[in-house]
């Protein structure tokens, strides 16, 4: 299933108005509130849902996916870091002013409560990106391994599997891919923003969607080597992939993943012994951090 922006803010304008009267923004919201207004609202019942305790587990942890996925839709759109900051600031204050009890304020958690329970009770669901999509299942499988999230590419001699897969709610960051010359990889490493460097991505975007300009220079990155490797196995092999070899990467670079802009690259470089050397493979960011979330309320 593909959530619909479109769908997901017409929802989204009710909802904005019981926050107005229930107190927890500081302005009107009108309908056609953008992004930004959507992240501050679902930021602003998160951090009342922390105080009043409004909300179960796991319709807290679809409302952080939906709060997540409103910051991206935010990014996407133009904001900044800064503008981000602002937006959480002004959000947590409104929450630290609700009235628990209050009329409105149980009217307007039970619009979210009503809004998110069926989002909640999700398997599968789909995250359109610009180049490529994030496919996320979090089905119970406790003998099967699956790809929990997942982007698959297709490049100039071979294709990638790229994302979170295992049996359970405790996926492993994996990219498996094949090569049409047969050559098989001795070792992978992840290559991706050092925000820590780079304060804000490097966004190439003049009119088309080359990933390899969404990527900063080499002074600016930070690369995880795999701590793993193996033959891919059937059960995470796609039918187009006769055989291919796959990759572990460390916990922190899942981590580190989920907290770069939606609309930057990372790539995944395989190191061979003959030919070409390191032969790399772009992946688009885009709501990573959003099916992550997803995936986390499966554990809840």
């Not at 391994?145 to 071979?158: E, K, M, P, Y």
């Not at 995880?224 to 891919?232: D, F, L, M, T, V």
């Not at 390191?278 to 688009?284: I, K, Q, S, T």
Request: proline share 4%; net charge positive.
């Amino acid at each position: 299933m593909t959530i619909r922006r479109d769908t997901a803010r017409r929802r989204a304008v009710w909802w904005m108005g019981s926050m107005v009267a229930a107190g927890l923004l500081a302005a009107p919201m009108s309908a056609s509130a953008g992004p930004l207004d959507l992240y501050v609202e679902r930021t602003a019942m998160a951090a009342a849902d922390l105080r009043c305790g409004f909300f179960d587990a796991g319709l807290r942890a679809a409302l952080e996916a939906g709060r997540i996925q409103t910051r991206n839709a935010a990014l996407r759109s133009g904001a900044s870091a800064d503008d981000l900051s602002r937006a959480d600031a002004r959000a947590r204050a409104s929450a630290k002013t609700v009235v628990c009890d209050s009329e409105a304020v149980s009217a307007a958690a039970a619009h979210v409560r009503n809004a998110f329970a069926g989002f909640a009770k999700l398997r599968q669901i789909t995250y359109p990106g610009e180049t490529a999509d994030w496919r996320a299942d979090r089905t119970s499988s406790a003998e099967v391994h699956r790809w929990r999230l997942a982007q698959q590419t297709d490049f100039a001699g071979g294709q990638m599997v790229f994302g979170l897969a295992g049996r359970d709610t405790r996926p492993v960051l994996l990219a498996l891919a094949s090569f049409a010359d047969g050559q098989a990889p001795y070792g992978a490493r992840l290559v991706l923003r050092d925000s820590g460097r780079a304060g804000q991505p490097y966004l190439d975007l003049r009119g088309d969607l080359d990933l390899s300009r969404r990527l900063p220079p080499a002074g600016a990155l930070r690369t995880y080597a795999a701590e793993a490797r193996s033959k891919a196995g059937l059960d995470l092999r796609p039918e187009t992939m006769e055989a291919g070899w796959a990759f572990r990467f460390p916990a922190e670079a899942a981590q580190r993943l989920s907290t770069l802009h939606p609309r930057e690259a990372v790539a995944v470089e395989f190191l061979f012994t003959k030919g070409q050397a390191v032969r790399r493979v772009y992946v688009e960011v885009g709501d990573f951090a959003v099916g992550h979330a997803f995936l986390q309320m499966a554990a809840r």
